[in-house]
Each structure stands twice: as structure tokens, then as C-alpha cells.
């Protein structure tokens, strides 16, 4: 997942510092420190997909998580899971040295997420890819954001970053035995 300019800029303002909770693994920008995101690796996946490339249905959840940070304050955000149709995006919240639980953090809007699909060779998996897929802060985001650091910098319509992913699948045969 990858900040949005306006989510880099804004979290700029209040010296808000991102970094990757292990075993995710920092994104650095263009300068070779600066964190504009946090690739996760995914801990399961499930999910089908429909004739014009929508997700149709599933789940799935990432390891590690991210930490945004100052001098005043510490948010951590971990064990990040998706769900589809909902679009919601859970995660189990720690603000300071307290953790609050898991909450819908985020938000994405399925319509516009779009999936690429690329066959396999004979005898091996599809490869499946979304990319780009824009993520909002849900009123549980925007409260606990301003919990943390007590300054609201972001509203429900702020796309604050995109995530993008791939899996392999095996495709369903085309006749079940039986």
C-alpha cells in the first residue's frame, strides 16, 4: 500500500513519520528515506471474481502492519484484513502503549476495483492482479487518527492511500468428477 500525496503532505504538516511493522517491509521514496508506503505479505486469500473482472466475493489478511508516528504520539496498525463486497478494511488498532481492538479502519470502493487476470501454462496457476485500488478512512479511521495525534487531517473522503496485490489461483476445472 502506498500513501496518496495529499496523505504524504498532510501527515507532513504534524511530522508524522511512517514506518513498516515487521515482517512488512518499508516502501522508500525517491529521496532513499523518506517511507511513501508499506508492502505486506499476504497471510491468506480467498475470493472469486466475476466475468468483467470484479471482485465477487472473499477475504483475505496481511502480516505486519504499519506504525505512524511523532514526538507526541504512536499509532499502530496490524493484522490488516480485507473483505469483499463490503469493501471494509479491519485492523487491530494500538494507540500510544494501549491497544484498542480491531476496527474498520478503512474503506474501499469494490466497483471500481478491477482485476487482471493472466492464465498459467498448462498444469500451473492463473496469476491475479488488482492494482491502484483507492482506500478512504472510515468514521472509526478519521476518530481514532484524531485520538491519537489530535488533529483531524483527513475526512471519510480522503483517498489517504492505493493498494495493489497479486496471487496465483488455480483455475476451477472445467467439469467436476463425479
Known amino acids: 500500500m502506498r500513501l496518496t500525496e495529499v496523505a504524504r503532505e498532510r501527515l507532513a504538516t504534524e511530522r508524522i513519520e511512517v514506518q513498516a511493522v515487521a515482517p512488512a517491509t518499508a516502501i522508500v521514496g525517491a529521496d532513499g528515506t523518506t517511507v511513501v508506503g508499506v508492502k505486506l505479505p499476504p497471510e491468506y486469500s480467498t475470493g472469486t471474481i466475476s466475468p468483467v473482472g470484479q471482485p465477487g466475493k472473499g477475504s483475505g489478511r496481511a502480516l505486519g502492519g504499519v506504525v505512524l508516528r511523532n514526538a507526541k504520539a504512536r499509532m499502530e496498525i496490524t493484522g490488516i484484513r480485507g473483505s469483499v463486497p463490503d469493501g471494509r478494511v479491519h485492523a487491530f488498532l494500538k494507540i500510544g502503549d494501549e491497544w484498542v481492538g480491531e476496527l474498520p479502519l478503512y474503506a474501499s470502493d469494490v466497483s471500481a476495483v478491477r482485476l487482471s487476470v493472466e492464465p498459467g501454462a498448462p498444469g500451473q496457476p492463473t496469476t491475479i492482479k488488482g492494482s491502484d485500488i483507492p482506500i478512504t478512512p472510515t468514521q472509526e479511521g478519521v476518530d481514532a487518527f484524531t485520538k491519537a495525534f489530535g488533529v483531524a487531517l483527513f475526512t471519510m473522503t480522503d483517498t489517504?492511500?492505493?493498494?495493489?496485490?497479486?496471487?496465483?489461483?488455480?483455475p476451477v476445472p472445467a467439469s467436476l468428477p463425479g
Not at 489517504?160 to 488455480?170: D, L, N, P, Q, Y
Open 160 to 170: 489517504v492511500f492505493t493498494a495493489s496485490g497479486s496471487g496465483r489461483a488455480w
